[in-house]
């Protein structure tokens, strides 16, 4: 009967789950399958000794989804089964015929970082690539070029300048150097994703340019681990990568049961833009005020003062706290309690540590002192914070 299954589908899943990308699109899949269909999946990522499915019909594969991986595709078409692709369709098109793609809406993507830094007071941009011509890669540049140039403002391209330096990131980042010592300043820059964005930060700190006082910093894919262990934190595009897998799985069961016989192309957008420290500013900031945000950052977890503060400052403390006031509206010692009390939750939230412990390695010399203050930022004891906050009982 023609829409039935009569055994459980074997779906091979060709995912680069090492990116955050093909982890979503992964639980993408996974919610389509714990709705609707269970299947019985082979996950083939592209780790290091990870298993390969050389024969997709000794397996007795039903379909495939494949992301990011074109090296599956040897597999794939000699199976002749029905296949999603996932992003990149310049990649299969002509190498793997009858084939349905799902993809991500990659100038959109640019349109929103545009839209993020639109209105900020910005007269430059300038746009960051993959070091290699993916497609999304470079449509994602021209999304976002084009909403710029929709306002009359120009947006200045990087290019990696050849193989070498595609292949070496210590010649790439020398020539990236000079190229953003070069643009002009203050200038709001989007990377094609948050590890070029990573890239882009450790280039400007070493090189004496502040990130976000002359350059405000946007990346793509909103990967946590990297994003929240920036300094400054890093802003990003998120994809609804999660969508897009959960539509790949619905188009192939669609395919499998045989319900649609032609090709279908369908698009996925953005989920959000989550806004960090990295694009937090729209005009230069002063250099000395950020030297002492950074030595807050570094040592917050230690015994430091405001006259340690203004003396890395180079100035006077009055000049210290005035900078400090005009910048984020509030005092030097109130910086350096909020960076103490954000790294406080943290290690409530992700560790079992005792409290005594903590309070001490977050800079605090009184656990008193400590456990008065956060009642009275938080409404709550630290012991309360944590059992709310636990991942054992927040779904609970």
Same mark, same amino acid.
């Given at each position: ?129 993959? /070091? ?17 140039? @929709? +306002?009359?403002?120009? &947006? ?14 210590a010649l790439d980042q020398k020539h990236l150097a000079r190229w953003l010592h070069d643009l002009p ?6 990377? @094609? ?20 006082? +002359? ?11 990297? &994003? ?8 990003? /595009?998120?994809?609804?990568?999660e969508a897009g897998g959960y539509e790949a799985a619905r188009l192939l069961e669609e395919l499998m ?13 953005? *989920? ?21 945000? +950074?030595?807050?950052?570094?040592? @917050?977890?230690?015994?430091?003062? /405001? ?13 210290? +706290? ?26 409530? &939230? ?20 400590? *456990?008065? /203050?956060?009642?009275? *930022? ?19």
């Amino acid at each position: 009967m023609e829409g039935v299954f009569q055994k459980t589908p074997n779906v091979a899943l060709f995912l680069a789950t090492n990116e955050k990308a093909g982890r979503d699109k992964f639980q993408g899949v996974l919610r389509y399958m714990r709705l609707h269909t269970p299947w019985n999946i082979h996950l083939v990522e592209n780790g290091v000794g990870a298993q390969q499915l050389v024969n997709l019909n000794a397996w007795g594969v039903t379909g495939a989804i494949v992301a990011r991986m074109p090296e599956a595709l040897r597999f794939v078409s000699r199976a002749r089964i029905p296949t999603v692709v996932m992003d990149s369709p310049a990649l299969y098109t002509d190498r793997l015929a009858n084939t349905s793609f799902v993809t991500s809406d990659s100038e959109g993507v640019g349109r929103a970082a545009a839209e993020a830094f639109l209105g900020k007071g910005f007269g430059h941009f300038a746009y960051v690539p993959d /070091v290699y011509d993916w497609d999304w890669s470079a449509l994602r540049g021209q999304g976002f070029a084009m909403r710029l140039a @929709a +306002e009359g403002l120009p &947006c200045a391209h990087y290019r990696c300048p050849n193989d070498r330096a595609r292949k070496d990131w210590a010649l790439d980042q020398k020539h990236l150097a000079r190229w953003l010592h070069d643009l002009p300043k203050p200038v709001a820059i989007l990377a @094609a994703h948050d590890a070029r964005a990573r890239q882009i930060l450790e280039t400007c700190h070493g090189n004496g340019l502040n990130v976000p006082g +002359e350059v405000a910093l946007l990346g793509v894919d909103n990967d946590e681990m990297i &994003c929240e262990n920036t300094t400054p934190t890093l802003s990003s /595009v998120q994809p609804d990568f999660e969508a897009g897998g959960y539509e790949a799985a619905r188009l192939l069961e669609e395919l499998m049961r045989g319900n649609t016989r032609r090709d279908r192309n369908i698009c996925y957008g953005v *989920k959000q833009v989550v806004l960090r420290e990295s694009s937090r500013f729209a005009h230069a900031v002063d250099r000395r005020y950020l030297r002492g945000l +950074e030595f807050i950052r570094l040592n @917050a977890g230690t015994a430091i003062t /405001v006259t340690d503060v203004a003396r890395h400052m180079g100035v006077s403390r009055r000049l210290s +706290e005035m900078l400090f006031r005009r910048h984020v509206g509030h005092s030097i010692l109130d910086e350096i309690q909020d960076v103490r009390l954000s790294r406080l939750k943290t290690f409530l &939230c992700e560790t079992t540590l005792p409290i005594g412990t903590i309070t001490w390695q977050c800079g605090y010399q009184s656990e008193n002192h400590v *456990k008065r /203050v956060f009642k009275q *930022k938080t409404g709550l004891t630290m012991s309360q914070y944590r059992k709310r906050r636990s991942p054992s009982t927040s779904g609970t």
